[in-house]
């Protein structure tokens, strides 16, 4: 859902926008049929690519392909709920996700800027409004693998110097 907004904020701000599709997922466009465009066009502004961000493989192959100006990893299983389910899996989507793009883009040098979805769920349970100066105390495993993600999105930015940031 998330992405197909932004794929129509960034499309209505004249980027072309490429993104990412797994091969297991069914060809369901429901949410980006209005902006979904058939990939044997030559010319074009939305592009979906078939992969799988949790091998770094795939990842390394579409930033490759595409050469991206700016890439939003908006990737995750995104229930808090169900990240007590299945709490492997909550970590596989956000985790390894997060260190697969950062990765990629540290050994091919990549200049571009780099955004991590956060969650507030990452400061658990708040009586206040919460900031970036708030206490993190993430209570799910959906929480800590997002206070994961934002640290590791903070340790490539200070140590590799990637304009990467976590929002």
Do not use: M, W
């Amino acid at each position: 859902q998330d992405g197909s907004y932004l794929a129509e904020l960034l499309l209505k701000k004249k980027y072309i926008v490429h993104g990412v599709k797994r091969r297991s997922s069914s060809i369901n466009t429901l949410r980006i049929d209005h902006i979904y465009q058939d990939p044997h066009e030559k010319n074009y502004s939305f592009r979906l690519h078939y992969g799988d961000i949790t091998d770094s493989t795939s990842v390394s192959s579409i930033i490759k392909k595409t050469k991206p100006d700016e890439i939003y990893n908006l990737a995750a299983q995104s229930s808090v709920s169900k990240s007590y389910k299945n709490p492997q899996e909550t970590f596989t989507s956000i985790v390894d996700i997060t260190l697969n793009i950062l990765e990629v883009c540290r050994e091919t040098n990549y200049d571009g800027n780099i955004f991590f979805a956060g969650s507030s769920e990452i400061f658990g349970n708040t009586e206040i409004k919460a900031n970036i100066k708030h206490e993190h105390r993430p209570l799910s495993p959906y929480g800590i693998a997002k206070e994961t993600s934002f640290n590791l999105v903070k340790l490539y930015r200070n140590l590799y110097n990637l304009k990467c940031v976590t929002g």
